[in-house]
């Protein structure tokens, strides 16, 4: 249970405001009340406000995202204040205001909640509210709409400063149920947590209303120009292009990418203006820190040669590095962090979509998030006047701010495997799905395929879903679906860095029992299937340019001759041949490509339960339920191999200690000297 009912109306109003993405973006915004608790000290009551704290998202908002502060002592910060040049230090001053140890960090807006005089404060990011706070002639069209009751702020950085200036409009303008922030948002006021709601909504409401009223048959972002390739053509070439600009996105650092061709979306990179747009960049904070202040438009048409964009992509790379080099020298000053990087954020492909990207899965997701957000702000501030969003000096000083350098900084370290998209076929059971549970462990994004989809999607779900892992349909004896399992990792994830050829089945026989049919189905999936597999994956590694893993799970019988499984074993011997082969064709791309020879999993493994238990145990004379008793004693370790020993082996080949590594066969067999590489 909550444990305050002012808290518990905070945190129902905030879940509602941040449910809505008109009303605010992800992560964007805060919300406040003001109230009265008792001082654990004293004994006696103490004002208190509740805030939400730095980086949390109103839409999952708990207490425990709640920064807690007393008000005397926030309010009392006011005579120590240093000035607007130092406002920054007023962050760290926070810290002694805080009632008690729980509770979340304070944010840069927390001045905003505390000094306006007002027991609950929403701060929103809505579309259509910064449409009217970039618009050319917002503060006059404020009026219009809203008379004395919203009055307008100029723009001003997050931050102490803001907080005072609004307090004293609040005082000012005692009939004013809120503000538009110029460049940046809404900030609305009440008595009652009802009352700030709806004043919130009714702002947006208007805004939007307004903005509505004003849109003619002229669209704002001009006539079409490069209409959108039909969906599956549209799908292909964006699958095409995926692994070509991650590789570029990955110049300075490793991304993850995403992919989206919304209906908003493939509107604005058709219109005759996407150039103007683009290149006036995003205005609300929110949005440029996480898609950069401009994004990398191709100005080539949806129908162009594939070959033509992926040559005219370097050029305009190449020149969207040099500009943001230009951005950075031009503004930075001794004190300013070093530049973060110089690639884009967002890339917009006319007639294709837009590709987003950032640090993992999530990260590249909520980018392409706030630029469709963008996208609303630019059709709505086009469509009542001009957009004109905060100039490049202040949108540096956002981006390159001492308090966000310190935010990063704070940032846990990266897994090992992060920035990896990783492909595992057969990954629905067994060794398979024990091999994608470790590389997601390990921070890497994973396609799960497998031919059982419902296994898949089982697997990706308990993986952590969409942000996380994928589930793919993949019978890799069909050449066509392969490539939609390459492509679906393109599309998903941005492109492709580690893929491991794990399908596989057996069917154990004596050579005079085996069939062509036997042989034929052994050597499609798992020979024919691997090198179908590592050709295609290794065609979207080439592209990317960020080198690469390949890993066989190849199988001991690639080595031992035992009685009764010629198909397997061949296979399996073929198998492991093609590390060898491929290791010394794609050494120079830098993939690297690795096999692991496991024997004897008998637990949790599909191919054993699908028959091949049975069939061994009844060649080896022992009862299948004690079929991986018997592989451990005939071992030198005399001790059980089970899935996650070959899941971690696959992580040792492709983590980050075996870089120089390539052409190896790592046995996970407890000791079969016989099958000793010689």
Known sequence: MMSHPVVESLVARSNRLGA???TTNYAGGNTSAKGTTLDPVTGADVEVLWVKGSGGDLGTLTEKGLAVLRLDRVRALTGVYPGVEREDEMVAAFDYCLHGRGGAAPSIDTAMHALVDAAHVDHLHPDAGIALATAADGEALTREIFGETVVWVPWR?????????????????????????????????????????ERSLRIIGAAEAFITSRSTDRHPFGPVVHPALPDGDRRARAAALAPVIRGLASTDRPQIGHFTDSDVV???????????????GTSCPDHFLRTKVKPLVVDLPADAPLQDVVARLAELHAAYRADYQGYYDRNATPESPAIRGADPAIVLVPGVGMFSFGKDKQTAR???????????VMRGAE????????????????EYWSLEEAKLARMPAPKPL??????????????????????????????????????AQEVATALGGPDVAVAVHADVTDEDAITEMIDAACLAFGGVDLVVNNAGLSISKPLLDTTARDWDLQHDVMARGSFLVAREAARAMIAQKLGGDIVYIASKNSLFAGPNNIAYSATKADQAHQVRLLAAELG????????????????????????????????YGVPEAELGAYYAQRTLLKREVLPEHVAAAVFALTGPDLVQTTGLHIPVDSGVAAAFLR
Request: glycine residues 14%.
């Open 418 to 455: 992060a920035t990896r998209v990783a492909v595992v076929t057969g990954a629905g059971s067994g060794i398979g799905r024990a091999i994608a549970e470790r590389l997601a462990a390990e921070g890497a994004c994973v396609v799960v395929a497998d031919v059982n989809l419902e296994g």
């Open 588 to 619: 120079e791309h830098g993939i690297r490509v690795n096999g692991v020879n496991p024997d004897g999993v008998v637990r949790g493994s599909g191919i054993f339960a699908g028959g091949w238990g049975a069939q061994r145990a009844a060649t």
């Open 157 to 197: 950085r997050p931050g102490f400063q803001l907080g005072l200036d609004i307090a004293a409009i609040k005082q000012a303008n005692p009939q004013a149920i809120g503000c538009i922030l110029g460049g940046h948002g809404i900030t609305a006021w009440g008595d009652t947590s009802r009352e700030a709601e």
């Open 20 to 22: 809505d993405p008109r």
């Open 266 to 280: 493939l509107d604005f990179v058709s219109r005759a203006e996407l150039g103007r747009l683009a290149a006036l």
């Open 366 to 376: 909520v980018a392409g998030e706030f630029y469709v957000n963008a996208i609303n």
């Open 383 to 398: 469509a009542i006047s001009t957009y004109d969003p905060i100039d490049e000096a202040e949108k540096f000083r956002i």
